[in-house]
């Protein structure tokens, strides 16, 4: 089973500044790689899937980067809504995968 | 717009069973991948089941693999989670979603979820 690493557990951005977010797979996943968003008491949402193509109706301030084992979600100005909780998720071998998650909280 | 909606959830004891029904809409339910995804509480998402678009083929996770049975009806858009001998650790929220479609797994569209809670 591929391990999914993510990093920081927690970071603190104000709004209107760029946050950086972090996944590492214990193998090569290709750019079989999405990253999820999910609020307190919804489902995750669907951001970017195959390392770096958004998903329907996800604003262009998000963007995905990175293949093999070393992936990047970058948000490029923070917005309130933007504040939650994110997951990476690997689909390159079953099972697929997720990061144990990353929350994005208001500095 | 696409919708699914879980329903079944609920408290059962250890050693017991329940079946989760997800109602789909709102998209050609016959032609994609459908999964089941859970949510311990204040944890992480984990994988639990797949299902081909015609039913073809089902993949569970190690940790339900002999325990749950998923299924498809798509003369009715609706699918089950059969869940059998039930502990402590299956207690989560459980989600439908359905497949992106193309040869990678990925869930564009998530139901509400249902709590399962399993405790004596």
């Known amino acids: 089973e591929i391990v999914m690493t993510q990093s920081p557990a927690t970071l603190s951005v104000s709004p209107g500044e760029r946050a950086t977010l972090s996944c590492r797979a214990s193998?090569?996943?290709?750019?079989?790689l999405a990253w999820y968003q999910q609020k307190p008491g919804q489902a995750p949402r669907l951001l970017i899937y195959?390392?770096?193509t958004r998903a329907t109706g996800i604003p262009a301030r998000f963007s995905g980067s990175g293949s093999g084992a070393e992936f990047t979600l970058t948000v490029s100005s923070l917005q309130s809504e933007d504040f939650a909780v994110y997951y990476c998720?690997?689909?390159?071998?079953?099972?697929?995968?997720f990061g144990q998650g990353t929350r994005l909280e208001i500095k | 717009q696409v919708q699914l909606v879980e329903s079944g959830g609920g408290v059962v004891q250890p050693g017991g069973s329940l079946r989760l029904s997800c109602a789909a809409s709102?998209?050609?339910?016959?032609?994609?991948?459908i999964h089941w995804v859970r949510q311990a509480p204040g944890k992480g998402l984990e994988w639990v089941a797949s299902?081909?678009?015609?039913?073809?083929?089902?993949y569970y996770a190690d940790s339900v693999k002999g325990r749950f049975t998923i299924s498809r009806d798509n003369s009715k858009s609706t699918l089950h989670l059969q869940m059998n001998s039930l502990t402590v650790e299956d207690t989560a929220v459980y989600y439908c979603?359905?497949?992106?479609?193309?040869?990678?797994?990925?869930?564009?569209?998530w139901g509400q979820g249902t709590l399962v809670t399993v405790s004596s």
């Open positions: 299902i081909r678009y015609d039913g073809s083929n089902s």
């Open positions: 998720q690997q689909s390159n071998n079953w099972p697929v995968t």
């Open positions: 195959g390392a770096s």
């Open positions: 193998q090569s996943v290709s750019s079989n």
């Open positions: 979603a359905k497949d992106v479609s193309g040869s990678e797994t990925y869930f564009d569209y």
């Open positions: 709102g998209f050609i339910f016959s032609s994609y991948d």
